[in-house]
């Protein structure tokens, strides 16, 4: 079972991605999806995810406003849009999926997720 994240490069400030997040072998709206970003020199953190069951969403406090996460079943993919992006988002952008637990960014564990996807890398210049 594999997840892939795309959607990643390289963007002036202020700019804006979106990273996609799906599978050839799940169902995306039967797990909840987190999204990760790793800054360089620092841990891998959550930063988004989305509820299996009621499409909850819940973005880092610091990001609400400029990141949101959204589900389209049909193409059964998750995605991170990223607007107003700056410096400081730069970093390496994962998503992951559990099929067990809500949505929580605060008390996201990464041992509770079933299925990684590889990362994608996010530059944004100055």
């Known amino acids: 079972v594999q997840l892939q994240a795309s959607g990643g490069g390289l963007v002036q400030s202020g700019g804006s991605l979106r990273l996609s997040c799906t599978s050839s072998d799940l169902n995306m709206d039967t797990y909840s999806t987190t999204w990760f970003r790793q800054a360089p020199g620092k841990e891998r953190e959550a930063i988004g995810c989305?509820?299996?069951?009621?499409?909850?969403?819940e973005v880092e406090d610091s990001l609400k406003g400029r990141f949101i996460v959204f589900r389209d079943n049909v193409e059964n993919t998750v995605y991170l849009q990223m607007n107003n992006l700056k410096p400081e988002d730069t970093g390496i952008y994962s998503c992951a999926a559990d099929r067990f637990h809500l949505c929580t960014v605060r008390g996201a564990r990464e041992s509770d997720m079933d299925y990684w996807g590889q990362g994608t890398q996010v530059t944004v210049s100055s």
């Open positions: 989305i509820a299996k069951s009621d499409d909850r969403i």
